[in-house]
Structure formats: structure tokens, C-alpha cells
């Protein structure tokens, strides 16, 4: 039987020999891709340097009302055009894959995923997003109904979600049906809450707020007022919670 002892010295001493000469070569490749990056960088700052756009294409379009001529890489996409360019950051990017919802604008009133949608295909349309919604400091039904029904908790994904469901109302009033419409022959009038939640499915909410935005698409959709289930605290129930944290504490 060979000796163990010895079999464990050689194999400690190959592997710290391996590991150290692949550590001395992956050492040397960084370097030598660091030196190589170096020379390539024409100035300080260079990780910094903007974008150079390509093919650019000039695009007119108006987004809530106003005209906007833009200049953009033909790559850019509505979402990126809005926030980058227009400094409208009301619509929010999520997935950037069309999964989640959070990009989610109207295009001559019709819901769209404008991390899907090239800018360069909407000349002469007309974007509404969530700052285009309200009138003045009216809020837009659809906004005072989420803000009634609780619709939210963090609101990342609330500005898709009030876009859309107004779309989705549109879409509903001129007819369209959904996966769930029992009746297809029949014009829908009345949307359930099944077929509120199933024509909003492709919004996504990551804090589970969907009961207070059925309530409030709900609401605006049937036009019944539901009383609001929360309130803000008056000064005297804040001291009296102040107070009992304190004796929570002590
Ligand atoms: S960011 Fe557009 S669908 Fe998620
Ligand atoms: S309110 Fe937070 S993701 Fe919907």
C-alpha cells in the first residue's frame, strides 16, 4: 500500500502549485487587458462618455398635447425617449422586456408598452402618460380612485397601472372582449371583477395592492361609490398612538 502521507503532500503541493500559476496568468491577462483598455481610452473620464447615436431619425409626435421633435437613434425606445430625452420620469422602467407593465402609456388612447414601442414609429401620434392625465390640479378619475381605494403601496408600478386601466376601459366600451367574456357575440356593457382583473393581468403589482386597484377601476368603470376604508390619523389619535408607544417601550 503506498504511503498516504506522501500521496497528500504531492496532491497539497500540485494544487497550491496549479492554483498559484492560474492565479500568476489570470493576474498577468488582467493586467495586460487593463494596459489594452488604457491605450484605447482617448481621454480621462472616457467610461463616462455619452452614447454616439446612430442612424438617427428625426420623429414628430405630441405627448400629453404639446409637439415634441425629436432627433433619436433609431433604437430608442418610447420609454427611454420620454424619460431621457423629455425628462418625463412619471413612466417607469421595470422589466424593459414586456413583462411587467410599468411602461405602460396610451398612443392615440390606446394602451402600449413603450419599452416595446419604437419612437421612430410614432410620427404624428399623440402620447398621453401619467403627468398628461390630470387637468390642472384635477386629478383624472382613474388617479383620485387609486388614491380612494388604496390602489398603491410603494407606486412603482402605478402609473402603468392607471394608464392602462384607462385604456382597458376604452377597450371595453368599444367592444373588445377578453380571455374570460363568457358572451363574445354579446357586446360587453358591465365588466366583471374577473374581467378587470384579467384585462389588467399584464400589470404587475410586486406589493400585491391588486383589491384596492380592482376597487378603483371598479369604481370608475360602474360609476358606484364605495365608501373609502382609511383615513388620515387626526392629531389627537397620533398623540394617543405616541403615547401608547411609550408605554409600549418603557
Ligand atoms: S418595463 Fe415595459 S413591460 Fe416592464
Ligand atoms: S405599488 Fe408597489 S409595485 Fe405596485
Redesign the pocket.
Same mark, same amino acid.
Given at each position: 500500500m503506498p504511503d498516504l502521507s506522501d500521496v497528500g503532500q504531492s496532491r497539497r503541493t500540485f494544487m497550491m502549485q496549479t492554483g498559484g500559476g492560474g492565479i500568476g496568468l489570470f493576474a498577468a491577462n488582467l493586467l495586460a487587458t487593463e494596459s489594452a483598455l488604457a491605450q484605447m481610452a482617448p481621454v480621462s473620464g472616457a467610461a463616462s462618455a455619452p452614447v454616439v447615436a446612430q442612424n438617427v431619425v428625426k420623429v414628430v409626435f405630441k405627448v400629453n398635447g404639446a409637439p415634441q421633435a425629436l432627433a433619436l437613434d433609431s433604437r430608442v425606445v418610447l420609454l427611454d425617449a420620454l424619460r431621457e430625452h423629455l425628462a418625463l420620469t412619471g413612466t417607469k422602467k421595470g422589466c424593459d422586456q414586456g413583462q411587467c407593465g410599468a411602461c405602460t402609456v396610451l398612443v392615440d388612447g390606446q394602451r402600449v408598452l413603450s419599452c416595446l414601442t419604437l419612437a421612430a414609429t410614432l410620427q404624428d401620434r399623440e402620447v398621453t402618460t401619467i403627468e398628461g392625465l390630470a387637468t390642472g390640479d384635477r386629478l383624472h378619475p382613474m388617479q383620485a380612485a387609486f388614491i380612494k381605494h388604496d390602489g398603491?403601496? =410603494?407606486?412603482? %408600478?402605478?402609473s402603468g397601472?392607471i394608464c392602462s386601466a384607462v385604456g382597458m376601459l376604452g377597450e371595453a366600451q368599444r367592444g373588445q372582449v377578453s380571455h374570460v367574456t363568457e358572451n363574445v357575440g354579446k357586446t360587453t356593457t358591465r365588466l366583471s371583477n374577473d374581467e378587470i382583473r384579467e384585462r389588467m393581468s399584464g400589470n404587475i %403589482?410586486? =406589493?400585491g395592492?391588486y383589491p384596492g386597484i380592482v376597487a378603483a377601476i371598479q369604481e370608475v368603470h360602474s360609476g358606484r361609490q364605495a365608501a373609502q376604508t382609511w383615513g388620515f390619523a387626526t392629531e389627537t389619535q397620533l398623540a394617543s398612538a405616541k403615547k401608547e408607544d411609550g408605554h409600549a417601550t418603557v
Open positions: 398603491f403601496q =410603494c407606486g412603482y %408600478c402605478t397601472q %403589482c410586486r =406589493c395592492a
